[in-house]
């Protein structure tokens, strides 16, 4: 969400930005419309300025004696000009705050300019990709043949994109959400949170889900949505309040469900655990000074790539350029982990700062130390990780010829000492 007073104010760098992200010039547009509002607003505080002189008027003649008829039915029709002008504005605001809110996050500096996903720029890299000497099989068909994951019966009774999980790779899952939320907790400062998985819309507003991607999102029948991310209802646990600067940062990661409707992904990953409708994630969340976001950017994205060595999964690190970031980011780093049976990086994680954005919308401030005034906090989430995308690397990096799966050694106490997974257990 923009300030229509920085665009006024910085018509140009506001269209740079909007370039950037391969969008028109819009600042024009959006000036000209507030121009009518204000002049709306305006119109109508001169109305009611004029209707209270007329006031004084009527008084100043009844106490002479003098008929007051005119004067009060000028007072009568002034009453509804102000209503007319102040209705005009009331919709001339609605409508700037629509075209306001369809807009995306300007991207930030340094960020690479490009199309989409080609453009992404590669920063990292770490371990070597796993090189099996017998032809590695990808995890549905490693899960299938040890009798443990069954993509059929999940379709029976939810349609497709949904995966029932069984026995050991089921304990897997679990081990791995536990693992990484004691992680984020005990040695990185994330606070954990159980949050709701269902939230309204203002929730989805203040994050910028709503009202451009609702049909990426499933709804209920009483007007509640399942949340896509925790991102959703960690970030609006401030919506609305003035933070002081000594609570900052504020960090805080959840493992939920998430669902998604993939309305976009038709034909892509039909088969597997890659893109599904309901799927297990340890979110982050910051809520930052902006100037320290960038450093808390960097400090996240650390943290989820903690978690990948400690699996001893190798990955790369690429930054998104501003065709491929989402809507509410200024700057996204993408975590790919190496999956041998693919024979490819696939995204595991995705940190973003946010800058102000979901603050403005969410109206979340901090008051500085020594300050009288108040400044929007900058917000920042990222995946700690995608825990069924973790499950899947296990399965394709740590595969043996015979279809059998090494346990890592870190999830080994999670899995009450389980060493390897077999088909007959």
């Known amino acids: ?62 106490a002479k004696g003098e008929d007051a008829a005119d004067l009060i039915a000028e007072v009568s029709r002034s009453k509804q000009a102000e209503g007319e002008a102040e209705k005009d504005a009331a919709e001339l605001t609605r409508e700037l705050d629509s075209a306001l809110s369809a807009i995306p996050n300007l991207p930030g500096d ?19 990709p796993v090189s099996l000497d017998f032809g590695p099989k990808e995890h549905f068909d490693l899960g299938e043949s040890l009798g443990l994951m069954d993509f059929d019966r999940a379709a029976k009774i939810s349609g497709a994109r949904f995966v029932v999980l069984t ?52 709804r209920t029948t009483d007007g509640f949505w399942m949340i896509p991310t925790a991102e959703v209802p960690l970030t609006n646990l401030v919506s609305g309040e003035i933070l002081e600067e000594g609570q900052l940062p504020i960090r805080r990661t959840a493992m939920t469900w998430c669902f998604r409707s993939e309305a976009g992904a038709a034909g892509r990953d039909t088969r597997g ?22 450093d808390e950017l960097e400090r996240m994205t650390s943290c989820a790539e903690g ?27 993408d975590i790919e982990v190496w999956l041998s049976g693919q024979k490819r990086y696939r995204e595991i994680s995705s940190c973003s700062n946010c800058g102000d954005f979901q603050a403005r ?33 296990v399965l394709e990096n740590y595969q043996q010829a015979d279809g059998s799966i090494v346990v890592p050694e870190v999830l080994r106490p999670y899995m009450g000492g389980l060493e390897v997974i077999t088909a007959d257990g």
């Open 361 to 393: 919308r969410m109206k979340t401030r901090y008051r500085p130390e020594g300050e009288k005034g108040t400044r929007f906090v900058h917000t920042l989430n990222g995946s700690g990780l995608a825990v069924g995308r973790t499950l899947v690397a």
């Open 110 to 128: 340094g960020v690479p300019v490009g199309k989409d996903e080609d453009d992404n720029i590669e920063v990292r890299t770490w371990g070597e």
């Open 307 to 333: 978690i990948l060595q400690k699996l001893e999964l190798p990955y790369r690190v690429v930054v998104l350029s501003t065709g491929d970031m989402g809507f509410s980011a200024q700057k996204t780093y």
């Open 1 to 62: 969400m923009f300030d229509i007073k920085w665009i006024r104010e910085n018509p140009e760098a506001f269209d740079a930005g909007l370039d950037k992200r391969g969008l028109a010039p819009l600042s024009q547009d959006l000036i000209a419309l507030d121009k009518k509002r204000r002049a709306s607003q305006t119109q109508a505080q001169e109305i009611k300025s004029a209707r209270n002189q007329i006031s004084k008027q009527i008084g100043a003649a009844k």
């Open 273 to 294: 655990m890659i893109r599904q409708h309901q799927f297990t994630k340890v979110e982050l969340v910051s809520i930052a000074d902006p100037e320290h976001s960038d």
């Open 167 to 218: 026995g050991a790779l089921a304990r897997m899952e679990r081990a791995l959400a536990a693992f990484m939320l004691d992680l984020h907790t005990t040695e990185n400062g994330y606070e954990e949170v159980n949050p709701p998985a269902l939230v309204n819309d203002t929730a989805l507003y203040g994050t910028g889900q709503l009202p451009k991607f609702g049909e990426d999102l499933f």
